[in-house]
């Protein structure tokens, strides 16, 4: 495995591999790595000649200084998951590099998809994603990109990116990780304390039972049950609840047939946001 910083170094070495009929596969973190970042992994060597992890610590998608500050940097030990895993090269640039000494975000339009759920609630995260990701892409240009389900509104947006940037990458989504009590993995599971731990898998198990009541329920009084479940909580805060369906984001407000919908949710311990989402 190698490891390598330098966007000049980086984009030659892939290209000459990528001239010799190597396929790129690529999978873009801000380090903190888990086991789901791990899987990512394991499917791009399943599926790829050569993988490329990215290890960078985005500044333009935080709508707090706080996340970012309080953001988790494990960079030894993710480096030696990474050599474990198989993993051929890493890139762990550095934000002035990367942002030719200008750190701001270029502006994005998603059809709309950009505006739903975590974009009503973290001003220009996904111009930040959309900047950091269409970076990535033309630096690295890899045949398919790898992202993790549990961050889906994301997904989406990247899938949108790559067809209005009109680029030959293929985006596959992965299934979302847990923990054995169902908690989805986390780079910010590690900030949480002992309690908040405990407290934690109640997420899932929310997301579980309005899985559970879509045969019968509304989807008004689901939202409206889980709503309830959270006031009753004593240290998790719902920040949001929504049933949309899944090619829009839009919310929805009753089924209809050939469409599908996904549950998306927003919890707060304390400071420290917890998201998770699930099929319907």
Known sequence: MKVISEIREISNTLSRLK???????????MGALHKGHISLVEKSIAENDITVVSIFVNPTQFDKQEDLTNYPITIEKDLELLEKSGCDFVFTPKANEIYDNNISSQKFLFDGLEQQMEGKHRAGHFDGVGTIVKKFFLITMPNIAYFGEKDFQQLQIIKKLVEL???????????????EDGLAMSSRNTR????????????????KEAQNKIAKHS????????????????TLNLEYFEIAEEDTLKTAIKRENNKKYRAFIAVFADKIRLIDNISL
């Open 19 to 29: 001239s010799s009929n190597n396929t790129i596969g690529l999978i873009p973190t």
């Open 165 to 179: 940037e009109k680029l030959d990458i293929k985006i596959i989504g992965c299934p979302i990780h847990r923990e």
């Open 192 to 207: 949480l304390t002992d309690q908040q731990r405990k407290d934690a898998p109640f997420i899932y198990k929310t997301l």
């Open 219 to 234: 989807f008004t009084e689901i939202n409206s049950w889980v709503s309830e479940q959270f006031k009753k909580h004593k």
